[in-house]
């Protein structure tokens, strides 16, 4: 039988590997901006052994800990390729996107409906996915379709539709 050969150093490889990402990111006085490959939103993708791993989250394991399951990271600066580990937080998928400038984030923000009604105990419906509804407009909104429902149910009776 011949013996196992271990062909590398753990410790070494993790050095190398990290002086590899290391060189392929621009340090300034603010954001650490990733020069690698990038993905088409802008996220730097760093590879290791032919595995694609996201350069912001590389980054955050490298200098402050492992990822918590369930967890997501924010960039604090909003700056795609940044790899600064300051400017990363690492928090839940709902409030990264709340943090954002998307439509649930925009959405979320909002205190009034489009007619200038509150968003408040009283007046908010709450959709089963999460959804607002003005109750004022809601109610309108059904006496209209009732009003129109029974306009029309008159016209065919007159027309003898």
């Not at 011949?2 to 410790?11: F, I, Q, S, Y």
């Not at 408040?120 to 109750?135: E, V």
């Not at 407009?137 to 429902?149: F, T």
């Amino acid at each position: 039988r011949r013996p196992a050969v271990h062909t590398a150093n753990p410790l070494l490889e993790q050095a190398e590997v990290a002086a590899r990402f290391w060189a392929k990111v621009n340090k300034t006085e603010g954001c650490w901006l990733w020069t690698g490959g990038r993905q088409t939103h802008g996220y730097g993708v760093f590879w290791i052994h032919s595995k694609p791993y996201l350069a912001h989250r590389f980054a955050y394991e490298l200098q402050i800990s492992r990822i918590p399951s369930g967890l997501t990271i924010d960039h604090l600066c909003r700056t795609h390729p940044c790899v600064n580990p300051d400017h990363l937080e690492a928090i839940s998928m709902r409030d990264n996107i709340l943090r954002g400038t998307g439509a649930s984030a925009r959405n979320a923000v909002k205190t009034h409906c489009l007619y200038g009604h509150p968003f408040d105990l009283l007046n908010t419906r709450y959709t089963p996915n999460g959804g607002r509804i003005c109750r004022i407009c809601d109610c309108k909104e059904k006496q209209l379709s009732r009003i129109q429902a029974k306009e029309t149910a008159q016209r065919r009776l007159r027309e003898g539709v």
